[in-house]
């Protein structure tokens, strides 16, 4: 499934335009020394991609633990809930269940700080930009790390977020050559099928989770444990064979 990574973050990178589009459009630079220029925008998007994979790592240690409790098949099947119950509930009402308080006082100071970087056209600073970017608030990053939960490993929820960002590239570096590549209408209605693809995702992770024994869409998880299991037995027993001479 490391596909849907790279996918959720290519097809919502319009999305990404819209909520980070401001802060590219300002991230100090000259656009006339093309090469500098070009090195700062690889390395904000760079930043944001190394803090979407510290979080993927979390999430994969998280999903680690839950395999190893014995629930590695409803990982897939609450991911997927949680990706369709984010299309389906309306975003006033999430906000009212989300915490507020002490985490609205910790974005403030980190947007306060990104402000304190835009003044400084270092490659540092725009690295550490597109880190404390990352952190900022964004319904697409928390479908991906539901995503980077089911790999169910450390580096497989990190390299899932790693794609995630990697996805999001393209877009977000045109838009800091061309911030009207594209009109305020196309981008509302492409924006539209975003809830479309999570949706039709989160039912793949939910399938995959019911190891429905579908080859690729749900395939059998304990038939496929067993066969894994079976194989070094195999192995192992055909070594221990006596040669056709009766040799030890």
């Given amino acids: 499934m490391l596909w849907s990574a790279f996918a959720i973050g290519a097809v919502g990178s319009l999305h990404c335009l819209g909520m980070c589009g401001p802060i590219v459009l300002v991230l ?17 998007n760079l930043g944001r991609a190394v803090t979407y994979a510290l979080m993927g790592a979390v999430a994969g240690m998280l999903g680690q633990g839950i395999a190893m409790a014995g629930f590695q098949q409803w990982l897939g099947i609450v991911a997927g809930g949680l990706m369709i119950l984010s299309v389906i509930i309306p975003a006033s009402v999430l906000r009212r269940v989300l915490p507020a308080g002490r985490y609205d006082r910790m ?29 900022l608030p964004c ?95 195999h192995s192992q027993a055909h070594e221990q064979a006596p040669g056709c001479c009766g040799g030890k």
């Fill in 28 to 44: 100090p630079g000259d656009a006339r020394e093309r090469g500098r220029f070009l090195l700062g925008r690889l390395l904000y």
């Fill in 107 to 135: 974005l403030d100071a980190l947007k306060r700080r990104m402000g304190a970087l835009l003044g400084n056209a270092s490659t540092r600073s725009l690295f550490t930009i597109g880190v404390l970017n990352g952190f």
């Fill in 139 to 233: 319904g697409l990053v928390y479908m991906a790390l539901a995503g980077s939960l089911v790999m169910g490993s450390v580096a497989g929820g990190a390299l899932y977020m790693l794609l995630f960002g990697l996805g999001t590239l393209p877009v977000m570096l045109v838009a800091s050559y061309a911030s009207g590549w594209i009109t305020g209408e196309a981008r509302k209605r492409i924006t539209r099928l975003i809830p479309v693809g999570v949706f039709v995702l989160g039912l793949l992770f939910v399938l995959r989770g019911l190891s429905l024994g579908i080859p690729f869409l749900s395939p059998d998880m304990d038939m496929m444990k067993k066969k894994g299991q079976a194989a070094p037995v």
